[in-house]
């Protein structure tokens, strides 16, 4: 196929707009000359891009002063994915990456075409993916799965956005931090306090103190807030998971940038069910893909987004939905405790800790009475510390110990673990290629191992942790059958 020049109508038209606006803050005259110097630049450099697909190899060259020359094998090719900013959709022009899977920070690995029109992103999509299309020596099931499956797997709702305000709540104070003009706010936001709570200036009492800090708190919490829902609803609007005719898995969403990502259903390794604490409050859960070919941390795309994110934050029934159509056969049910000897070990790292930060506070006294110039803190105030530290590290242990479990069915195994961020990773007993079998002298003492299945994905190892050493072999040596037999003595 002939090298096509990239269009270059978009970097003209954007520019141009910058141009108008520069007319107004600088002379008229050095408006008009950097902004035909932009449009100029941009039209140059576009009109020197360009591209070719090949049966082989997919090449770029682009530059103007310094060419570039960036040519990809067709079959390391992992990722097409698509986007489109705000102000290209009324263009029709598309943003293409094309990723081998590797380093998301190696530019050699990556091959990005900024812009082609909407049809050209959709028909290099399709083309270079193409490989990925299901073979005849497939599984049956498997292609029998695919056929019954509805293309359309699951799309946005308007009542999930109100999850994706609780999983966003605990960071919302956050937000305000990393927005620009937040200096701007808070001082107009402490000087509004100060003039309700200070109507005549006089000196400030413990009362309005109190109140000027309620006040400023308050009000981040809500920008934060807002802040929160605006990014969650503009990176989820219009969200949609389809299985495509050419063996893949597609996500597109977006309310304002577009933005589209293909999983090869080959390359699936299995699916992560993701219940952050504030979510389990809520009865809610998100689903995100066990995948090679996405990076080693699943890339960024279109935002905060990780490429590797099937759904938005949904209900618990609807995410396990989500993931039993994305990884056919995945049922998720009561999983296999493990040991009380795995609670015995969270209590006491959790009554160290305690110990510890309480007698941190006891340091602190002796140093503050050590030295007049400092002021002395109270020596109960090391109780206090133990007292309401002590069940709040028994809660988080129990729950640490809660969030364990796995299990085995006739084509999954299944993987629980975490307490603030707890996820069940659902894997494919063929997916797995090795086992990892860690022992402390601690665990080793209490008859404990951590049992790590290895895959080509993800981080690489998914652990049962904590699991009975015998209970844990047994499940690696069942999951995948002559896998660990070398290396297993029978009693």
């Not at 094998?73 to 992992?78: D, G």
Request: glycine share 10%; proline share 6%.
């Amino acid at each position: 196929m002939a090298l096509i020049g990239l269009p270059a109508l978009a970097a003209a038209v954007i520019l141009a707009l910058v141009g108008l606006l520069l007319w107004a803050v600088l002379t008229p005259l050095a408006a008009a000359l950097l902004s035909v110097a932009l449009v100029g630049t941009a039209v140059l450099r576009y009109r020197r891009t360009h591209y070719r697909v090949t049966g082989e190899r997919m090449e770029m060259r682009s530059g103007l002063l310094s060419r570039t020359h960036l040519s990809l094998p067709r079959e390391r090719i992992r990722s097409v994915d698509l986007a489109t900013p705000v102000w290209a959709r009324p263009l029709g022009l598309c943003q293409v990456t094309v990723g081998t899977g590797q380093s998301s920070h190696s530019h050699s690995d990556e091959l990005k075409l900024a812009y082609v029109s909407a049809a050209d992103g959709d028909r290099l999509r399709r083309d270079l993916l193409a490989r990925a299309a299901p073979s005849p020596q497939a599984p049956t099931a498997q292609r029998q799965a695919r056929r019954n499956a509805s293309p359309v797997l699951a799309e946005m709702r308007p009542a999930w956005f109100g999850y994706g305000f609780a999983a966003q709540g605990p960071a919302a104070v956050a937000y305000p931090m990393v927005v620009g003009g937040t200096a701007s706010f808070s001082e107009l936001l402490f000087q509004w306090a100060l003039r309700l709570y200070l109507p005549t200036g006089q000196a400030p009492g413990i009362g309005a103190v109190v109140a000027i800090v309620l006040t400023l708190a308050a009000g981040s919490v809500v920008v934060g807030a807002v802040v929160a829902m605006v990014l969650h609803i503009e990176a989820w609007s219009n969200y949609r998971l389809t299985r495509e005719p050419d063996g893949t898995l597609r996500v597109t969403r977006g309310l304002l940038n577009l933005s589209s990502v293909s999983i090869e259903e080959r390359r699936l390794r299995g699916v992560r069910l993701c219940t952050p604490l504030p979510l389990r409050w809520f009865g809610a859960a998100t689903v995100a893909a066990i995948a090679s070919g996405l990076g080693q941390e699943g890339g960024k795309n279109s935002g905060l987004v990780p490429k590797r994110s099937l759904s938005p934050d949904v209900p618990r029934e609807e995410a396990e939905r989500i993931a039993g159509r994305a990884l056919p056969g995945a049922a998720f049910g009561t999983l296999t405790a493990h040991p009380s000897a795995a609670l015995r070990r969270r209590l006491v790292r959790a009554g160290v800790a305690v110990v510890g930060l309480a007698g941190a506070t006891v340091a602190l006294v002796l140093l503050t009475s050590a030295h007049s110039r400092l002021p002395e803190v109270p020596l109960w105030s090391a109780a206090v510390v133990f007292v309401l530290s002590a069940p709040i590290a028994a809660l988080y242990a129990w729950g640490s110990y809660r969030g364990l479990g796995h299990g085995l069915s006739e084509r999954h195994l299944y993987l629980r673990r975490g307490m603030l961020a707890r996820s069940t990773a659902v894997l494919n007993r063929d997916a797995v290629i090795g086992w990892t079998i860690r022992r402390s002298p601690l665990q080793r003492r209490a008859g404990l191992a951590t049992i790590g299945a290895t895959i080509a994905a993800d981080e690489g190892v998914c652990h049962a942790v904590d699991a009975a050493t015998g209970q844990g072999l047994a499940l690696a040596e069942e999951a995948v059958p002559g896998l660990l037999t070398p290396f297993l003595e029978r009693d």
